[in-house]
């Protein structure tokens, strides 16, 4: 496999994933489980209540049910964002725990959508490696920017030449 856990070097990376990804990541589900967890234990526990017209039992069900689908939606989208910085030679993907370098060889395509206000991008790798053969980041439309300004080539063979400064609309 041409992946490794990278270990410290001089290189100069530049990071290309947003800066709201960490809090995306890890504050936001924290914050909203802990306290939606919260509520649904004391609705669970609690037997004198009434919401609006539904019983107690029925409303009980919908919040957990909602809650549970919420949580696994986070888990499939949310949960699955990686930090992704490029340098000369290979590109790094952390999951903020650990960081592996592929190689660019190693790298088939990568691919973006536009969701609003965020820019979906998922580096697709012709073999998997730790995180499997797509990753999933939230871009930097500047800091996609930089990069292809300081390196055009590597930027071109990847396809990101979209990005470029003149072309940003936000």
């Known amino acids: 496999m041409n992946e490794r856990v990278a270990e410290d070097s001089n290189h100069k990376t530049i990071n290309v994933s947003s800066s709201s990804t960490v809090f995306l990541k890890y504050f936001l589900p924290t914050i909203w489980i802990v306290f939606f967890g919260t509520l649904m234990i004391v609705f669970l526990f609690a037997d004198q209540f009434r919401a609006g017209t539904l019983s107690p ?55 973006h959508a536009k969701y609003g206000i965020w820019l979906v991008m998922r580096v697709h790798l012709i073999k998997g490696g730790f995180f499997g053969k797509k990753s999933t980041f939230l871009g930097s439309k500047k800091k996609l920017a930089a990069f292809i300004e300081a390196q055009p080539e590597r930027a071109a063979q990847l396809g990101l030449m979209d990005f470029q400064e003149e072309k940003i609309v936000d």
Do not use: C, G, H
Request: aromatic share 26%; glycine share 0%; charged share 20%.
């Open 57 to 111: 039992m029925t409303f009980k069900v919908i919040y957990t049910t909602s809650f549970f689908l919420i949580v696994a939606t986070m888990y499939f989208t949310i949960f699955k964002l990686k930090r992704v910085e490029f340098d000369e030679q290979f590109v790094y993907i952390t999951n903020y725990i650990k960081i592996f370098r592929y190689p660019y060889e190693n790298v088939e395509k990568i691919t």
